[in-house]
């Protein structure tokens, strides 16, 4: 329980960074946008009251221009067939140390921009609502949702897997993730947290969405099933996990301490969504696609330490205090680098998920 407590308090003191440092995910939803917005078309045809939610929303302004992606995309397909503009509810939802007061101050701004494009003749309606919570549990109530978005969140576990340390000593000595070096002990555990937080948000999902309803999510994913193989080595993490075994030989930070910090990041392969929403029952896969993206290409491992930056740094500092942040980040920035002219990739697989809810719960 204190490590789900401690997750949301460190993931709070990281929200800024993410606010600024959001222009991979930025890419990410553009990359996916075409798909969102036909599932967003397929769910809210006939709706009048039109209710969709972003979880894992941030305080940027990505999730903005989704929602007005959306918006903009039902309005047009109503105009073709002559109908009334619905008006929209938006929920935007985050852990509660998310800086919802940064997404707040954006939103005025934002009400106006959909008004000016869409106030034809008639009204449109739109109103936006910040829902703090964990997705990993209900949110909203009964059938009250037609399309649900989520990006670049869904890989963040609620915790921490439990049973990583063994009397006090790590199980996942030198690695901080489930990394293809970690043993098959610690593979189990990241798994079976994954199953628990995963079948918990679609069972969530499903009661909120009304039939018919979507969820569209993108996140983190291994390129294959085998959790071994070196190809499903997330870059970003295995380059954090030798950068602070590089401040432990320089006598920066306790080895102890360093066994002691894992991430609570699960990327799973498409066979195990799969499998989870079968088991869960009662959405079908409207689409499931794997792609990757190779980072190198626009950024330098400068950049693209900022971005792990962005990501973790609210953990590191919980777990290792402020002042590690500045030699971690510049020995990764260094180690991306030899990567780099080694002719590695810096990349990752992401995998978009379409789930219509199909079966009445
Ligand atoms: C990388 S950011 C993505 C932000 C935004 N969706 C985008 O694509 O730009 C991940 C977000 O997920 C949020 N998050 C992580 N775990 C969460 C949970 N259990 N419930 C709600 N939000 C969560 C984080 O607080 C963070 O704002």
Known sequence: MD??????????????????NSRLQKEVIESVMDMTLSSAM????????????????????NTLSV??????TVCERRRETTRQLPEFMVFLNDLPSNDFNALFSLVPEFVQKVKAEHDDGGEILVSVAGVPGSFYGRLFPSSSLHFITSFTSLHWLSQVPAGLLNKGESINKGNIYMSPASPPSVATRYVKQFQEDFSQFLRSRSQELVVGGRIVFSMLGRRNHDSHEKINECPFFETLGKSLSILISQKMVAEEKVDSFNLPYYAPSTQ????????????????????????TIKYTPKMLSNFCIAATKSLICHHFGEEIIEPLFETHTQLLCEKLMAGEDIGWSKIIVVLCKSVAR
């Open 272 to 295: 195990e969504l799969e499998d989870q929403v079968y088991r869960e029952g009662s959405f079908t896969i409207d689409s499931m696609k794997q792609d990757y993206h190779d980072w």
């Open 67 to 72: 929602v007005e992606n959306v918006i903009r």
């Open 3 to 20: 490590m789900v407590k401690n997750f949301h308090m460190a993931q709070g003191l990281g929200e800024t960074s993410y606010a600024h």
């Open 42 to 61: 397929e769910a809210c045809a006939d709706v009048e009251t039109v209710s969709i939610a972003d979880l894992g929303c941030s305080s940027g302004r």
